[in-house]
DNA sequence: CTAGGGTTAG
């Protein structure tokens, strides 16, 4: 019967067995899990009457591997129960690890052997209902808690409390706590947490002043937890109470306590206020700081989060993410990319959420041989099976310019969700593929994933952009009426936008006047632009005064206006445009273009001298220019500010940024590749026109990125079908 | 043989 195992030799074990070997010692000692199944081998050999006793002890030991855990189970006879605190060891480690489900499966396979539970087997097996937010089981656990007469056991009862106040169910939470014999600050604070959490805070403040009067005491996680769910909510009343309470009431105000109020501040906006408070924090920690790179990051104040960060001595991997979504969101994607740079030679591991940001850094900056190396890196690590890496990534490739590596990412994710579907909607609706746009919106539905506001949004702008008015229509009800989804400043922009430049400028103006927020300058300046293309300069001039009122400096606004005043020869008009342009400053945001060449990406400005290759980037747009003059290219000077002679407009248009990334992409390519830019503004009509003709005349593909989409030029003719 | 509560990145 005792023939030896394969590896026996490994771990050699005397033989012949005259005493029981001391299995309780090995079990202690064994640590990877070929060893467990080796000594679970020699229990099954040696059947004797420790035989259940030790299988348990093996579980208690297996349980770092929870799959091989539950399979020892299966070894288990049910003849001989082992005593309840073996497995309610096991419950309650099951518990409280990554997966809480576990502990239900353990229970319910437990129960199919008829294993004896006790009143201890209950804390953790609620403990596991409430994480795995799973009220149906949690139910069930509590009726029969109730059945064995365990329900007046105040552990049962504490952790019963914790159950329903996790799940939601407030009112049964409550019902718990008002049976309860006696109650400690630990119980209050369960029940207020549960109030906290279902945003009843009238509630909150009543159990407060009842606590009070009670002999408990709040401590400071009590008021760490009201605190915390105020910022989170923004109730700053409740928040500016408990702050009062805090100060009335002697408790110690720990670092965590800290930390909650400084959140508070934050959240509010208030970072004047969380600066002196944070100013006096010592000594500082991790925490608090990461909280302040947020909050500096939400204002946009890039450099008072930076300051905090380069302060901070112990830097940890999530105050390193901080810094990077810092940069990321804040349309600094360079920063982002060396801060993820410095962090990686310190040694610092990134995780998903680092990647996260990473990866939508890249995406702003456009940059495909940038976005390739870190989906490599991605897959390397691992990171490459999360879905939300791959959501990421979709998202990445379209707007670094790739449609076709985008739609490979996409292809290989098995379970979509909305983000991956609407990922991948506006992937081909910013790349002027209507009916891809459309066609994946309808499978969408057919596999029963719910479409959000931001998926409308995709389809209603490809509508737009492709002239599909009535599509467009339908769809803007059916979110409406169907789906329920309250139209946002977004929607009415893209039906603003359907109708102008379909031409139909009564349907625009009409969802201008009717809908509930006050327009934006995105819907003026589109409303403005259908009617320069129509030639309604009457309500243009009206929308371009609205635009003014909300923007004095608009560039577009004023050209706009000051072309009208020309043709209808109002010259005081145009007179007083041209003023208000004089005294207008330096404008918001400079015209900037960018070129990745081996990996490094190269930016030029408005007739920009600043490249090392200046002059042969000069040289060659003289000579392209002449090359699209013989095919019949005209400088289009349309939409320069008019306070400049014909020739410096012809000189300054030729300076655009584009067609400077242009041609240094020209003298600096190997080959005949595809060249690809990306624009900080939306592209004019001039250099769109220049685009096209040098795509054909060149024989090269060019792909320009602009504020809002992709223009793709091959052959002399645009993605965008000069729509855009 | 007992346990249960709070803060940060997306």
Same mark, same amino acid.
């Given at each position: 019967?005792?023939h030896?195992?394969?590896?026996?030799?490994? *771990?050699?074990v005397?033989?012949?067995?005259?005493?029981?070997?001391? &299995?309780t010692?090995?079990i202690?000692t064994?640590?990877?899990l070929?060893?467990?199944?080796?000594?679970?081998?020699?229990?099954?050999r040696?059947?004797?009457?420790? *035989?259940?006793? *030790?299988l348990f002890?093996?579980?208690?030991?297996? $349980?770092?591997?929870?799959?091989?855990a539950?399979?020892?189970?299966?070894?288990?006879?049910?003849?001989?129960p082992?005593p309840?605190?073996l497995?309610n060891k096991i419950l309650k480690?099951l518990s409280?690890?990554d997966?809480?489900h576990?502990a239900l499966?353990?229970?319910?396979?437990m129960?199919n052997?008829?294993?004896?539970?006790?009143r201890?087997?209950?804390?953790? $097996?609620?403990?596991?209902?409430?994480?795995?937010?799973?009220?149906?089981?949690?139910?069930m656990?509590?009726g029969l808690?109730?059945?064995?007469?365990?329900?007046?056991?105040?552990?049962?009862q504490?952790?019963l409390?914790g159950m329903y106040?996790?799940?939601?169910l407030?009112?049964e939470?409550?019902?718990?706590?008002?049976k309860?014999p006696?109650?400690?600050? &630990?119980t209050?604070?369960?029940?207020?947490?549960?109030?906290?959490?279902?945003?009843?805070?009238?509630?909150?403040?009543v159990?407060?002043e009842?606590?009070?009067?009670?002999?408990?005491?709040?401590?400071?996680r009590v008021?760490t937890?009201?605190?915390?769910a105020c910022?989170?909510v923004?109730?700053?009343?409740?928040?500016?109470?408990?702050q009062e309470?805090i100060?009335?009431?002697?408790?110690?105000?720990d670092?965590?306590?800290?930390?909650?109020l400084?959140n508070m501040?934050i959240n509010?906006?208030?970072m004047?206020?969380?600066?002196?408070f944070y100013?006096?924090?010592?000594?500082?920690n991790?925490?608090?700081?990461?909280?302040?790179?947020?909050?500096?990051?939400?204002?946009g104040?890039?450099?008072?989060?930076?300051?905090i960060?380069d302060?901070?001595?112990?830097?940890?991997?999530v105050?390193?993410?901080?810094?990077?979504?810092?940069?990321?969101n804040?349309d600094?994607p360079? #920063?982002?990319?060396e801060?993820f740079?410095e962090?990686?030679?310190?040694g610092?591991?990134?995780?998903q959420?680092?990647?996260?940001?990473?990866?939508s850094?890249?995406?702003?900056?456009?940059?495909?041989?940038?976005?390739?190396?870190?989906?490599?890196?991605?897959?390397?690590?691992?990171?490459?099976?999360?879905?939300p890496?791959?959501?990421a990534?979709?998202?990445?490739?379209?707007k670094?310019?790739?449609?076709?590596?985008?739609?490979?990412v996409?292809g290989?994710v098995?379970?979509?969700n909305?983000?991956?579907?609407t990922?991948?909607?506006?992937?081909?609706?910013?790349?002027?593929?209507?009916?891809?746009?459309?066609?994946?919106?309808?499978q969408m539905?057919v596999?029963?994933?719910?479409?959000?506001?931001?998926t409308f949004?995709?389809?209603?702008?490809a509508?737009?952009?492709?002239? $599909?008015?009535?599509e467009?229509?339908?769809?803007f009800?059916s979110m409406v009426?169907?789906?329920?989804?309250?139209p946002r400043?977004?929607?009415?922009?893209?039906?603003?936008?359907?109708?102008?430049r379909?031409?139909?400028?009564?349907?625009?103006?009409?969802?201008?006047e009717?809908?509930?927020?006050?327009?934006?300058?995105v819907?003026?300046?589109?409303?403005?632009?259908?009617c320069?293309?129509?030639g309604e300069?009457?309500?243009?001039e009206?929308?371009a005064?609205?635009l003014l009122?909300?923007?004095?400096?608009?560039d577009?606004?004023?050209?706009f206006?000051?072309?009208?005043?020309?043709?209808e020869?109002?010259?005081?008009n145009v007179?007083?445009?041209?003023?208000?342009?004089?005294?207008?400053g330096?404008s918001?945001?400079?015209?900037?273009?960018?070129?990745?060449m081996?990996?490094?990406?190269h930016?030029?400005?408005?007739?920009?001298?600043?490249?090392?290759r200046?002059?042969?980037?000069?040289?060659?747009?003289? #000579?392209?220019?002449?090359?699209?003059?013989?095919?019949?290219y005209?400088?289009n000077?349309?939409?320069?500010?008019v306070?400049?002679? #014909?020739?410096?407009?012809?000189e300054?248009?030729?300076?655009?940024s584009e067609k400077?990334?242009l041609?240094?992409?020209?003298?600096?390519?190997?080959?005949?590749?595809?060249?690809?830019i990306?624009k900080n503004?939306?592209?004019?009509?001039?250099?769109?026109?220049?685009m096209?003709?040098?795509?054909k005349? $060149?024989?090269?593909?060019?792909?320009?990125?602009?504020r809002?989409r992709?223009?793709?030029c091959?052959?002399?003719?645009?993605s965008?079908?000069d729509?855009?």
């Amino acid at each position: 019967m005792a023939h030896p195992l394969p590896s026996a030799a490994l *771990h050699p074990v005397p033989a012949p067995l005259r005493h029981p070997p001391n &299995v309780t010692h090995l079990i202690s000692t064994a640590t990877a899990l070929p060893h467990l199944k080796q000594i679970q081998a020699q229990i099954l050999r040696n059947s004797h009457h420790h *035989h259940n006793h *030790h299988l348990f002890q093996l579980l208690l030991y297996s $349980l770092p591997f929870p799959s091989y855990a539950l399979s020892l189970l299966s070894f288990i006879p049910a003849d001989i129960p082992p005593p309840c605190q073996l497995p309610n060891k096991i419950l309650k480690h099951l518990s409280r690890s990554d997966n809480p489900h576990k502990a239900l499966v353990f229970f319910q396979a437990m129960q199919n052997k008829f294993f004896p539970i006790d009143r201890f087997s209950f804390p953790p $097996l609620l403990k596991a209902a409430s994480r795995a937010l799973s009220l149906s089981e949690g139910k069930m656990i509590h009726g029969l808690a109730a059945k064995l007469g365990f329900e007046t056991d105040p552990f049962v009862q504490t952790a019963l409390m914790g159950m329903y106040a996790a799940c939601g169910l407030i009112s049964e939470a409550r019902t718990v706590f008002d049976k309860m014999p006696q109650r400690d600050v &630990v119980t209050w604070n369960i029940m207020i947490d549960g109030y906290c959490r279902s945003r009843l805070f009238d509630d909150v403040l009543v159990l407060l002043e009842e606590m009070k009067s009670s002999d408990i005491k709040p401590d400071a996680r009590v008021f760490t937890t009201i605190l915390a769910a105020c910022s989170r909510v923004g109730n700053l009343d409740i928040g500016r109470l408990v702050q009062e309470y805090i100060s009335e009431s002697n408790v110690v105000v720990d670092y965590q306590l800290q930390t909650a109020l400084l959140n508070m501040y934050i959240n509010f906006g208030a970072m004047d206020k969380a600066q002196s408070f944070y100013d006096e924090l010592k000594p500082k920690n991790v925490v608090a700081s990461t909280a302040m790179i947020t909050g500096y990051s939400k204002i946009g104040n890039l450099e008072a989060a930076q300051l905090i960060f380069d302060e901070m001595v112990d830097k940890d991997l999530v105050c390193w993410s901080a810094m990077i979504s810092c940069y990321a969101n804040s349309d600094e994607p360079r #920063e982002a990319l060396e801060i993820f740079g410095e962090m990686q030679q310190l040694g610092v591991k990134p995780d998903q959420v680092t990647m996260l940001s990473v990866i939508s850094a890249c995406a702003r900056l456009g940059a495909l041989d940038k976005a390739e190396q870190i989906h490599l890196y991605v897959d390397e690590k691992g990171f490459g099976t999360a879905l939300p890496i791959n959501n990421a990534l979709i998202d990445m490739y379209a707007k670094c310019g790739s449609l076709d590596r985008a739609t490979e990412v996409y292809g290989r994710v098995h379970r979509k969700n909305v983000i991956s579907w609407t990922s991948m909607i506006n992937a081909f609706a910013t790349h002027g593929d209507v009916d891809n746009a459309l066609t994946h919106f309808r499978q969408m539905r057919v596999e029963n994933v719910e479409p959000n506001w931001i998926t409308f949004v995709g389809v209603l702008y490809a509508c737009s952009h492709a002239g $599909l008015v009535e599509e467009g229509e339908k769809l803007f009800e059916s979110m409406v009426k169907h789906y329920v989804i309250a139209p946002r400043l977004e929607h009415y922009g893209c039906m603003v936008d359907l109708y102008g430049r379909a031409g139909r400028l009564r349907d625009a103006l009409e969802i201008v006047e009717s809908m509930p927020m006050a327009p934006s300058i995105v819907i003026w300046g589109s409303l403005m632009a259908a009617c320069r293309i129509h030639g309604e300069s009457e309500l243009g001039e009206f929308a371009a005064k609205r635009l003014l009122e909300i923007d004095p400096d608009h560039d577009g606004a004023l050209v706009f206006l000051s072309n009208i005043y020309a043709k209808e020869r109002k010259w005081e008009n145009v007179g007083a445009v041209r003023n208000a342009m004089k005294h207008k400053g330096v404008s918001k945001e400079r015209g900037c273009s960018m070129i990745e060449m081996n990996g490094d990406m190269h930016t030029f400005l408005t007739a920009d001298k600043s490249h090392r290759r200046t002059d042969e980037i000069y040289a060659k747009l003289g #000579e392209v220019v002449g090359k699209l003059r013989e095919v019949g290219y005209a400088p289009n000077t349309n939409c320069v500010l008019v306070d400049l002679s #014909e020739d410096e407009k012809k000189e300054a248009i030729l300076w655009h940024s584009e067609k400077l990334a242009l041609c240094y992409g020209l003298i600096s390519r190997e080959k005949q590749s595809t060249i690809r830019i990306i624009k900080n503004l939306r592209i004019c009509e001039d250099c769109h026109d220049f685009m096209k003709m040098a795509s054909k005349v $060149l024989d090269t593909e060019i792909i320009i990125r602009d504020r809002t989409r992709f223009h793709q030029c091959r052959d002399g003719v645009c993605s965008c079908k000069d729509y855009w």
